[in-house]
C-alpha cells in the first residue's frame, strides 16, 4: 500500500504564529498534491495544491513546499488566525488519477488568539 | 446549489442490522467515491465509482457493497454491521479524468454500531 505519512497529529499556535504540517511520500510516480482542510462537522475541502515542476506554490497566507528529492512536502500557515483552527489532510496521486488519491492520517490544527 | 448531499447525517445500529447511506450530487460529476474517516487514520477510500453503473474496491472495501444505479447517487450499504464500522463515512465525487483532481466532499454521516 502506497502511504503518505503526516506530521505532526496536533498543533497548537497563537494566533500570528507560522504552523507548518510536514508530509513524505513514498511513490516516485506521484506528481499531483493537494491539501485538504476540514472544519469540525464538514466535509474535507481542497485548500491547495502543488505538482512537482514547481519547489513553491502560495495562496493568501497558504504556502506549499516541494522537495522533489527528498519526497516530502509541507504546508505552512502564514500569520495565522484563529479561524485556520481547522483539520488538514495532505494527499498525493499521479496526476488526473483522482480514484488513487492516498491521504494522510491528518493534522489537528488549534489557532488560540 | 447543494453540491453532495448525505442523508442520513446519523444513525446508530444494533451488530447485526443493515442500512444504506445515500450520496447525491447535482454537478454531473462522473466519479463519486465512499471515504470512511476514523481518529488516526485519515481518509481511507471504501469504494468508487467512475461512471454510472460501475464499482470498483478501494483500500477497505470488506463489509461494505456499493451501487450507481444513476450518475448522480452512489448508495454505500452494510449489510450486517458491526462495531468496527463506527465511523463517519463521507461521500465525494469529481470530474473524473483530466479534471485536475479536485474532490467535492458531503458533510458526513456518523454511525455508530453498538
Known amino acids: 500500500q502506497q502511504q503518505v505519512k503526516q506530521s505532526p497529529q496536533s498543533l497548537i499556535v497563537q494566533k500570528g504564529g507560522i504552523p507548518i504540517i510536514n508530509c513524505a511520500y513514498e511513490?516516485?510516480?506521484?506528481?499531483?498534491f493537494p491539501w485538504y482542510q476540514q472544519f469540525p462537522g464538514k466535509g474535507p475541502a481542497l485548500l491547495i495544491a502543488?505538482?512537482?515542476?514547481?519547489s513553491e506554490k502560495k495562496e493568501g497566507r497558504f504556502t506549499i513546499s516541494f522537495n522533489k528529492s527528498a519526497k516530502q512536502f509541507s504546508l505552512h500557515i502564514m500569520d495565522s488566525q484563529p479561524g485556520d483552527s481547522a483539520t488538514y489532510f495532505c494527499?498525493?496521486?499521479?496526476?488526473?488519477?483522482?480514484?488513487?488519491?492516498?491521504f494522510g492520517t491528518g493534522t489537528r490544527l488549534q489557532v488560540f488568539p | 446549489n447543494a453540491g453532495v448531499t448525505q442523508t442520513p447525517k446519523f444513525r446508530v445500529l444494533k451488530t447485526g442490522q443493515s442500512m444504506t447511506l445515500l450520496c447525491a450530487q447535482d454537478?454531473?460529476?462522473?466519479?463519486m467515491y465512499w471515504y470512511r474517516q476514523d481518529p488516526g487514520m485519515g481518509l481511507r477510500l471504501i469504494h468508487y465509482?467512475?461512471?454510472?453503473?460501475?464499482?470498483a474496491k478501494g483500500e477497505v472495501p470488506d463489509g461494505y457493497n456499493v451501487s450507481r444505479l444513476k450518475k448522480q447517487n452512489f448508495l454505500l450499504g452494510l449489510e450486517s454491521a458491526a462495531p468496527s464500522q463506527t465511523s463517519v463515512y463521507f461521500c465525494?465525487?469529481?470530474?473524473?479524468?483530466?479534471?485536475?483532481?479536485?474532490?467535492?466532499f458531503g458533510e458526513g454521516s456518523r454511525l455508530t454500531v453498538l
Open positions: 494527499a498525493a496521486s499521479k496526476t488526473w488519477v483522482t480514484d488513487k488519491l492516498i
Open positions: 502543488i505538482r512537482p515542476d514547481v
Open positions: 465525494a465525487s469529481s470530474q473524473g479524468q483530466g479534471s485536475g483532481g479536485e474532490l467535492f
Open positions: 454537478m454531473n460529476h462522473e466519479y
Open positions: 511513490n516516485t510516480a506521484f506528481d499531483y
Open positions: 465509482s467512475v461512471g454510472e453503473g460501475t464499482t
